[in-house]
């Protein structure tokens, strides 16, 4: 079972950048598919970005392409997601989420419900 601690988020005024990282004990995140998820006060958790287990494709919600980026580090055994030009509607709560697979699902990994592994969430606020 693997255990994901996030870190980064804070404060930032619209059009900046930020960095989230989430950092996993063993196994190896080579063996998981991850997903980046947010949820914003009053409203559902979202989808925000996917990565399959491989690391060869990356799946983006709309209102983020093209501004977040999802990425693995495999000697840290991390997964961050990059975001720029942030807008205050980015303004959630943040998390992200592992699955271990053998046979990568990438139809799922928009799904919070496809991930049984969450970390702890890490707090973003834009300012206008």
């Known amino acids: 079972q693997v255990q994901l601690v996030q870190s980064g988020g804070g404060l930032v005024q619209a059009g900046g950048s930020l960095r989230l990282s989430c950092a996993a004990s063993s196994p190896a995140l080579t063996i998981y598919e991850m997903g980046w998820f947010r949820q914003a006060p009053g409203k559902e958790r979202e989808f925000v970005a996917g990565?399959?287990?491989?690391?060869?494709?990356?799946y983006y919600a709309d209102s983020v392409k093209g501004r977040f980026t999802i990425s693995r580090d495999n000697a840290k055994n991390t997964v961050y997601l990059q975001m720029n030009r942030l807008e205050s509607e980015d303004t959630a709560a943040y998390y992200c989420?592992?699955?271990?697979?053998?046979?990568?699902?990438?139809?799922?990994?928009?799904?919070?419900?496809?991930?049984?592994?969450w970390g702890q969430g890490t707090q973003v606020t834009v300012s206008s």
């Open positions: 989420a592992a699955r271990s697979t053998a046979l990568s699902l990438s139809s799922l990994l928009k799904h919070d419900y496809y991930y049984p592994f």
């Open positions: 990565l399959t287990r491989s690391a060869d494709y990356t």
